[in-house]
C-alpha cells in the first residue's frame, strides 16, 4: 500500500522507515528542503542511521497528495489546520488520515480529529485514525520493541491500521475505540513532563517525580473525562505508558524543555534552542483555557501557565502547589 507522510521530522520519518519495513511504499513532504534532501540521500534528518533505498521525500506538495490517498500527518499540531486547508484544495478523491501528532490546538483546545472534521471537505473524507502511544522515535528507528494504539471512530479503519503498523520484529500494535481519550492522553502526557523536567531542573529527586507523574494521571483523568473520553483508556499505553516514557526521559523534548525551565531558562530561551516540536508547553496553556472553561481542578497544569507566564517562581510554585489544602487521594 502507498502512504503520503507529512512531516518529515523525527517521528514522520521513522515512521516511514516502520512502513517501508513492513512492506509499503512511502513519500515523505516537508517544508525544510534539508530534510527532504537527507531523506533522499538515505539519512534520518535527526539521528544518525541509514534509511531504507527505497524511502523518498519531496518538497512538492502537489506530488505528495497525488502519491496516495492516505495521509500521515506528522507536524507540530500548530500547524495541522494550515496544512489541511492546503490539503483540501488539491485532494481529489475520499482519503483516509492517520494522526500521529500529539497535541490540542491552542486557543481553541481541539483535537486533530475535529481539526479534520471541521477543515476536509466530505466528499474528501474516508475516515480517521490516530496512530500513538509509548514511542520515542529515537528507539524505533533502531527497531527497538515498542508497542502503540490505533484508535478510530470506525473499528475497521483501526483494525486495518492495527495490521498495517504491527510487524513479528518490533512493533505491536492494539486497537481502541475511544478516539477522544487516546487522543488527549497523547497530549496532556506532554504537559506533565514538562512539569516533570522542571521538578529535575529544580534539583528536587525521584520522590518529587514520582509524585508528578501520580498526581499528574489524575489530571489526564480529569481532562479525558471532560472532553468525552474513557478514565480507562488514561491508564493504558496512550495515557499511563506514554506519560511513563516521556516524564522521565531525556530523550523527550517536552521534559528536557522542563528542566530548562526549572534551571531558570525563559520559555523564549528554550524555543530558541530547541529547534524541534515541543508540544507540551503549548498543551499546558490550551489546557489552562479548558480548567477554566469547565471548572475542573489542575493544581499542576495551572501552576506551570504560571510559571511559563512569568506570573511566578519555580520556588514560589513549589510552596503554592504544598500550601494547597490537605485532602484525601481521589480523582
Ligand atoms: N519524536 C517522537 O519521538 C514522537 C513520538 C510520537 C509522537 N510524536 C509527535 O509527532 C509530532 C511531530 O514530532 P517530531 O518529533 O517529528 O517533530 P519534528 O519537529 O522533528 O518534526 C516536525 C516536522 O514537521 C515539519 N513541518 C512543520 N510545518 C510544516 C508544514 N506546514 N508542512 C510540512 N511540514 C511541516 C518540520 O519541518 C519538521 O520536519 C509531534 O506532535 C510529536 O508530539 C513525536
Redo the contacts with the bound molecule.
Sequence with gaps: MKFSI???????TTLGQLLTDNGHEVLI????DM?VEKINHHLH??FDTTLPQSMRATSDFKEVIDFSSTYLL????K?VR??LKKMNTYLSQPSTFIN????IEPLTSKRVSEIVNEEINPKYFKGFVVLTGP???EEVILRKLTLLVTASDDQQLASDMQHIFSNDAYLRVYTSNDLTGCEVGGAVK?AIAVISGACTGLGLGENARAAVITRGIVEIVRIVEVMGGKKETAFGLTGVGDLIVTASSENSRNFSAGKKLGQGFSIDQIYKEQK??I?GIRTIEAMHDLAFKHKIELPMIEIAYKIIHNQVSMEDAVTQLLSRDLKSEDF
Design positions: 507529512i512531516g518529515g521530522g523525527a517521528w514522520g513532504y516537508d517544508i525544510k530534510h534528518p535527526f506528522s507536524v507540530p499540531t500547524v494550515d496544512v500521529v501528532s500529539k497535541g514511542s520515542h522515535a506532554n524541534q516540536t508540544e
